[in-house]
């Protein structure tokens, strides 16, 4: 074909490319002053943080500790929580549950409502509260373990601990409890170790024991969850130390070795609303 011929063809082609050329460079153009203005949808994306503004108010009130004869732990998250429980301990379906949890290692925690505090320190809230009760027995040999004993004098005894959970939620804006739900039952089972602490589902096994001073006592980790051993150790020279295992997955373990007379109380961080929580007696 003739350049003559091919001439409006080019010219028509150089014409298009022109125009887009001009396409694209107004939109650099206007890319680059919205990148510089930071309009662009992904640079808002980027930023966008719905608590960017907001921090979660959490005071971890203690209700109540446990006492000789009633081994009833009680904690709320906050002040408003807190409430949740003052409306939820009144319910005739709550006290029928705290009667059948008497002689259990029981931890009632008031996880709902959080509460959230704006930069100008106004609290905002849902009106829905939540309290968790769980009840925890143990048994040695199929007798019920009250009592903290020695490793020594358990150790070769088939143990048993058994765990229910109930759920209690609350309207709090109309004062009341509005319903009551309760999870099937955890079993866990093991013949028991010298200075060997199991943790299960939620569950560790013994729960409160007796060692020696100088012993290391081991948590071996048999469920699916991670758990970690958290608390403070207050030997009776006065001092107060600080434990914390970190997390430890199935099949993992964690040991300290406990110098001194003292008493160990501990938890596992996530799942202490569940009552996973244990006491080490350090003895002579």
């Not at 003292?262 to 080490?280: P, Q």
Request: with cysteine.
């Amino acid at each position: 074909m003739a350049y003559n011929e091919l001439a409006p063809i080019f010219g028509s082609v150089k014409k298009e490319l022109l125009m887009m050329a001009g396409v694209v460079a107004v939109f650099i153009v206007g890319g680059v002053a919205l990148m510089s203005s930071g309009l662009l949808p992904e640079q808002n994306a980027r930023n966008f943080n719905a608590l960017s503004n907001m921090t979660l108010k959490t005071d971890n009130i203690v209700i109540k500790e446990p006492s000789k004869g009633d081994n009833t732990y009680i904690y709320a998250i906050n002040e408003v929580a807190k409430q949740a429980w003052e409306i939820a301990e009144k319910d005739s379906g709550v006290q029928d549950i705290l009667a059948q949890t008497k002689g259990s290692a029981v931890t009632i925690a008031a996880v709902q409502p959080t509460v959230f505090a704006d930069p100008s320190g106004k609290l905002t809230r849902s009106g829905a509260g939540q309290v968790i009760i769980t009840a925890n027995r143990q048994f040695v040999e199929g007798s019920p373990y009250m009592d903290a004993e020695s490793f020594v004098d358990i150790a070769g005894k088939q143990a048993q601990s058994r765990q229910q959970i109930w759920n209690v939620f609350i309207d709090m804006d109309n004062n009341k409890v509005i319903s009551i739900s309760n999870e099937n039952e955890r079993v866990m089972s093991n013949i028991l170790r010298k200075d060997v602490i199991f943790g299960g589902m939620n569950m560790y096994m013994p729960d409160t024991v007796v060692t020696q001073a100088g012993s290391t006592v081991k948590w071996i980790n048999e469920s699916n969850l991670p758990h970690n051993v958290v608390g403070t150790y207050k030997t009776e020279s006065g001092q107060t130390i600080k434990i914390d295992s970190g997390f430890f997955n199935n099949n993992e373990s964690f040991q300290y070795k406990f110098a001194q007379k003292g008493i160990f109380n501990y938890h596992c961080t996530i799942h202490a609303e569940e009552g996973m929580k244990g006491t080490i007696i350090v003895g002579p």
